[in-house]
């Protein structure tokens, strides 16, 4: 069945960077895209990112603009992403996420998430 | 960037009533309208995509509507494993998640 799982997650420092990973299985990983969506404690859902299922565009939210990048392997099923620059307000659960063919599909299977907390 | 507006964010209710949600997307986005239930320390459950289309497993008490600006997601009849957070999306522009309603036992 289809899987996605995150890894990388942990406590990092304000200013400095992190990267995150996401294993995914189960699906035809190179037919889709593939978004970050993240949720800080207590909070609602933000959406991060998305890559098309090619790779060859990928949009992030204003929040992180500039700061995150999001990539993909798809010759190894798994995607990234860059965090640098990190703030406290970008502590949150990092969900790595499946969507559709297109950008206009929903997200139709999540990841378990990675806790990231950005703290001295 | 198109803003989504849930309400309510919080709702009390009693097994077996009818509990309806609403969505308000700051332009138009067509059928682009997506809904996902959380329960505490999951991970989001796509329940409704496009608007009204119900995905494979989930009960056919829950349902969706509307298109343009507005809609709404309905449970018929509201079930124990119903209590939780339900979340709804916009995927016409990029994408934006509304606040959330967080559904509670009365």
């Known amino acids: 069945q289809v899987q996605v799982e995150e890894s990388g997650g942990g406590v990092v420092q304000p200013g400095r960077s992190l990267r995150l990973s996401c294993a995914a299985s189960g699906f035809t990983f190179s037919n889709y895209a593939m978004h970050w969506v993240r949720q800080a404690p207590g909070k609602g859902l933000e959406w991060v990112g998305v890559?098309?299922?090619?790779?060859?565009?990928?949009y992030v939210a204003d929040s992180v603009k500039g700061r995150f990048t999001i990539s993909r392997d798809n010759s190894k099923n798994t995607l990234s992403l860059q965090m640098n620059s990190l703030r406290k307000d970008d502590t949150a659960v990092y969900y790595c996420?499946?969507?559709?063919?297109?950008?206009?599909?929903?997200?139709?299977?999540w990841g378990q998430g990675t806790l990231v907390t950005v703290s001295s | 960037d198109i803003q989504m507006t849930q309400s309510p964010s919080f709702l009390s209710a009693s097994v077996g009533d009818r509990v309806t949600i609403t969505c308000r997307a700051s332009e138009g986005i067509s059928t682009y309208l997506n809904w996902y239930q959380q329960k505490p320390g999951k991970a989001p459950k796509l329940l409704i995509s496009?608007?009204?289309t119900l995905q494979s497993g989930v009960p056919s008490r829950f349902s969706g509507s509307g298109s343009g600006t507005d809609f709404t997601l309905t449970i018929s009849s509201l079930q124990p494993e119903d209590f939780a957070t339900y979340f709804c999306q916009q995927s016409y522009s990029i994408s934006f998640f509304g606040g959330g309603t967080k559904v509670e036992i009365k």
């Open positions: 496009a608007a009204s």
């Open positions: 890559i098309l299922y090619d790779g060859s565009n990928n």
């Open positions: 996420a499946k969507g559709g063919r297109w950008l206009q599909s929903a997200i139709d299977n």
